[in-house]
């Protein structure tokens, strides 16, 4: 099952099992960075304010200049809580893994959510635009949040995705979308040929190399008294997020990301 949950963090080296701020430095990025309040997603801090994020969506045109970044994937639970947290880039197969079991243990009660860019008002607007799974949300000064704005339902994210992902649980390599199948491939696609977010995954999937049949948590569990598994070959893979490639419509291939390498999809 999908567990983007309507639709799937800064400093990963320091991040643990009691997690680490979401207020720390980011130097790989230009720009100013942006930090999520940790107690409340709707919120965020960026150049000095605070600000509110809104359920108003703008289009690709009607995006200022970029100004900065969150670039955080964050699991959250019902309050609007941030649970666990990962830098978007150089996350790490741990930290997914450990998101994907949160997920999978309290389904409906946890959610993913990708924060990516920031964005100026077009026209020097008084507010900021943040993209959020692919969707591009106002955002305004705290102080100026008026009764009739209405405030972002994370909880209602997935309503943005044209479909829900997921990987073929009978066939690791391949992911599904409203019952079509796409073939990962060892073709890989670089940042420049990526089109927009689609989904995500934040699945960690471990599956037998030969049948590409996932393994389920009993199965990895279970000790090999007798030597029945000597010689087959395991493979791990972390699936990210799900991008449309421009060169090609998305009815045709997408790109995967799995390991931290973009691999095109092709449908079947």
């Known amino acids: 099952m999908n567990k983007m949950m309507p639709l799937l963090c800064a400093g990963i080296a320091c991040l643990s099992l009691t997690g680490c701020s979401l207020q720390e430095g980011n130097s790989e990025y230009p720009g100013e960075q942006c930090y999520l309040n940790k107690d409340n997603v709707t919120k965020f801090s960026c150049m000095g304010n605070d600000y509110t994020i809104l359920e108003d969506t703008v289009s690709n045109n009607g995006l200022g200049a970029w100004v900065g970044y969150v670039r955080q994937l964050v699991a959250v639970d019902e309050t609007g809580k941030v649970i666990l947290q990962e830098d978007l880039k150089n996350g790490t197969l741990q930290t997914l893994a450990k998101i994907s079991d949160l997920v999978d243990k309290a389904p409906g009660k946890s959610h993913v959510l990708p924060f990516v860019n920031v964005y100026a008002a077009p026209d020097a607007g008084d507010y900021l635009i943040v993209d959020i799974n692919g969707e591009y949300h106002k955002a305004v000064i705290d102080e100026d949040v008026r009764d009739v704005d209405r405030v972002f339902d ?17 066939n690791a390599t391949q992911i599904l979308c409203d019952g079509v199948v796409y073939q990962v491939t060892s073709d890989t696609v670089s940042d420049g040929e990526l089109g927009s977010r689609i989904d995500l995954l934040a699945k960690n999937v471990v599956f037998d190399a030969e049948t590409k049949i996932p393994l389920s948590k009993e199965e990895l569990r279970e000790i090999d008294w007798y030597g029945e598994t000597v010689g087959r070959h395991r493979e791990q893979w972390m699936y990210k997020d799900v991008y449309e490639i421009n060169s090609r419509e998305r009815t045709e291939a997408v790109a995967v990301r799995i390991n931290d390498v973009f691999y095109v999809a092709k449908r079947q």
Do not use: A, E, L, W
């Open 154 to 170: 994370f909880k209602d994210i997935r309503q943005s995705t044209s479909c829900g992902f997921s990987v073929n649980p009978r």
